[in-house]
Nanobody, 124 residues
Framework: HVQLVESGGGSVQAGGTLRLSCTAS????????YAWFRQAPGKEREAIAV???????TYADSVRGRFTISEDKAKAALYLQMNDLKFDDSGVYYC???????????????????WGQGTQVTVS
């Protein structure tokens, strides 16, 4: 059983930065891929960034070059550094983990087994 807890959300002006954190617990062999998703009001949950043990990192076109996903294995923590934030980046951000690696569709939420409760990001 894996648990994920996000933190670091908040309100920021356009052009600003935020760093989201996700603390993971549970068996490490069940956490071979991580991802950050976000969901804006009235929209579907979309993948923002993926860290796959085999494939490496994948980013959505909308955030590539501005966001960076990283991991601190010693702390069992996942991060999302968000720079040059835009109004459209607003939404609830979720951390997700998958027992699988080398995902065929890393941006598909169906590939993830565990989810955090989400943290709100508001860009104005």
């Amino acid at each position: 059983h894996v648990q994920l807890v996000e933190s670091g959300g908040g309100s920021v002006q356009a052009g600003g930065t935020l760093r989201l954190s996700c603390t993971a617990s549970g068996p490490t062999h069940l956490r071979n891929s991580y991802a950050w998703f976000r969901q804006a009001p009235g929209k579907e949950r979309e993948a923002i960034a993926v860290l796959d043990r085999i494939v490496g990192t994948t980013y959505a076109d909308s955030v590539r070059g501005r966001f960076t996903i990283s991991e601190d294995k010693a702390k069992a923590a996942l991060y999302l550094q968000m720079n040059d934030l835009k109004f459209d980046d607003s939404g609830v951000y979720y951390c997700a983990a998958s027992a699988a690696a080398g995902l065929d569709y890393p941006l598909d939420p169906a590939g993830y087994n565990w989810w955090g409760q989400g943290t709100q990001v508001t860009v104005s």
